[in-house]
């Protein structure tokens, strides 16, 4: 039996030279804005390092749930009757959603789903 990396061979001729460097610059300023985010919330290292911990020590086998159910002791208790369709997720910029439309690439933002795009 064949093993399976879930990965398909790369199709170099898929993208034009203009479509590659939309790509190219498209993924520089994904990268710029993250890291700009990430400066301006260093909680996101610590939320992430104690929940890396945590898998390590406890090693669950079905890590979604570990997730959920951790994630769920961590709520403060005035937020755990908040729905997440009432939380607030800044947009991605329209220069992001435009280029990721045009090179087919999927976002994954609650804010995008909201909007139907």
Same mark, same amino acid.
């Given at each position: 039996?064949?093993?399976?990396?879930?990965?398909?061979?790369?199709?170099?001729?898929?993208?034009?030279?203009?479509?590659?460097?939309?790509?190219?610059?498209?993924?520089?300023?994904?990268?710029?804005?993250?890291?700009?985010?990430?400066?301006?919330?260093?909680?996101?290292? /610590?939320?992430?390092?104690?929940?890396?911990?945590?898998? $390590?020590?406890?090693? %669950?086998? #079905?890590?979604? !749930?570990? &997730?959920?159910?951790?994630?769920?002791?961590?709520?403060?208790?005035? /937020?755990?009757?908040?729905?997440?369709?009432?939380?607030? $997720?800044?947009?991605? %910029?329209? #220069?992001?959603? !435009?280029? &990721?439309?045009?090179?087919?690439?999927?976002?994954?933002?609650?804010?995008?789903?909201?909007?139907?795009?």
């Amino acid at each position: 039996m064949a093993e399976s990396s879930g990965l398909e061979k790369l199709d170099f001729g898929a993208l034009s030279a203009e479509q590659q460097e939309r790509l190219r610059q498209f993924k520089i300023k994904t990268r710029i804005s993250n890291e700009k985010y990430l400066r301006a919330h260093p909680e996101v290292d /610590l939320f992430l390092s104690d929940f890396l911990r945590e898998v $390590f020590l406890k090693r %669950p086998t #079905d890590i979604r !749930e570990f &997730a959920a159910v951790m994630l769920q002791d961590m709520m403060p208790p005035e /937020l755990a009757d908040r729905n997440q369709s009432s939380m607030s $997720f800044p947009s991605m %910029p329209p #220069d992001f959603k !435009e280029m &990721a439309r045009k090179l087919r690439i999927p976002l994954f933002s609650s804010t995008m789903d909201r909007e139907g795009k």
